[in-house]
Nanobody
Framework: QVQLAESGGGSVQAGGSLRLSCALS????????LGWFRQAPGKGREGVAT???????KYTDSVKGRFTISRDSAKNTLDLQMHSLKPEDTAMYYC??????????????????????WGQGTQVTVSS
């Protein structure tokens, strides 16, 4: 069955690092558009980063230079390496998948509503 499962969340001090991973199963995900989203309590869902099958990436401005999204077709995984974490990065992080064309629609980060499959989320908490 189609399934996405996040791991790697936790608590870290400001300035620290965390690496999130998403295991993809139940489908041939190699051509799909993959992404990371986050949502803090009382706030709306925010796109963090996406990566296309050709490894073209997009990031929201607030994480550029600090986060790196990557994918490994052989392992069928999606990662998000986060450095220089800030308290405002605190949120539940979700991995998601969309049709391949989603990552090529425009130069902006694709909206979450375009993603068809979602993981359950992993919590990231950054303290000052």
């Amino acid at each position: 069955q189609v399934q996405l499962a996040e791991s790697g969340g936790g608590s870290v001090q400001a300035g620290g690092s965390l690496r999130l991973s998403c295991a993809l199963s139940g489908y041939r995900w190699s051509t799909y558009c993959l992404g990371w989203f986050r949502q803090a309590p009382g706030k709306g869902r925010e796109g963090v980063a996406t990566i296309a099958s050709n490894e073209t990436t997009k990031y929201t401005d607030s994480v550029k230079g600090r986060f790196t999204i990557s994918r490994d077709s052989a392992k069928n995984t999606l990662d998000l390496q986060m450095h220089s974490l800030k308290p405002e990065d605190t949120a539940m992080y979700y991995c998601a998948a969309a049709l391949p064309s989603t990552c090529y629609s425009n130069s902006r980060l694709p909206e979450g509503r375009l993603f068809l499959y979602w993981g359950q989320g992993t919590q990231v908490t950054v303290s000052s």
